[in-house]
C-alpha cells in the first residue's frame, strides 16, 4: 500500500512555499471496503497529506540534514462530505524555522476553493541518519517533473 498522499510537487521555494497536487480517485487502498453505500474521503487524509508535504519543504530547507516529525497541529478545518473523485491543489508555506523545529501553515484547494487548512503545523527535527538517501526519495517521490532538475 503506499502511504504517501500527495502525486507530484509543482512548485518549490525552499524556506517559503512548496505547492503539490493530489488526485483523490476511487482506487484508493483507504476506501476499499470501508463504505457500504457512497464512499467518503476521511478528514485525516487530507491533514496527512498537507503535513507530507509541508514536511518536505523542511527537509529541503535544511539541505536534507533533518527530518521533520510532526509534533503538533492547531486550527484545522475540513469539509465533509468530500466523495473521491477530484484533484486537489495543496500549498504549504513556512512560517519560522530553526535547527530544531519548524512552523508552518498548510491549504488545500480544489478549482480556488478552499477544502481544507492547518492554520499552525510544528515539526520537531531530527538529525538526518543518511542525507543522500533523503535526496534520492525526494527525487523519486517529488514526482518526473523534478528528476533532472538542480532543487535537490
Given at each position: ?30 476506501l476499499r471496503n470501508h463504505f457500504r453505500k457512497e464512499p ?113
Amino acid at each position: 500500500m503506499r502511504l504517501l498522499f500527495y502525486d507530484r510537487i509543482s512548485g518549490l521555494v525552499p524556506g517559503e512555499s512548496i505547492t503539490g497536487i493530489k488526485t483523490f480517485c476511487l482506487s484508493e487502498e483507504y476506501l476499499r471496503n470501508h463504505f457500504r453505500k457512497e464512499p467518503l474521503v476521511p478528514g485525516v487524509i487530507y491533514i496527512e497529506a498537507m503535513a507530507q508535504l509541508l514536511g518536505w519543504l523542511v527537509i529541503r530547507t535544511h539541505d536534507f540534514r533533518f527530518s521533520a516529525v510532526m509534533s503538533l497541529v492547531e486550527d484545522v478545518t475540513v469539509a465533509p462530505d468530500l466523495r473521491p473523485g477530484f484533484s486537489a491543489e495543496i500549498t504549504g508555506r513556512l512560517i519560522s524555522t530553526s535547527r530544531s523545529d519548524s512552523l508552518g501553515s498548510a491549504t488545500m484547494t480544489v478549482d480556488g476553493k478552499e477544502i481544507a487548512s492547518i492554520g499552525r503545523i510544528i515539526y520537531v527535527h531530527s538529525r538526518a541518519a543518511d542525507p543522500d538517501g533523503l535526496r534520492a526519495l525526494f527525487r523519486y517521490y517529488g514526482g518526473s517533473r523534478w528528476i533532472g532538475q538542480d532543487l535537490y
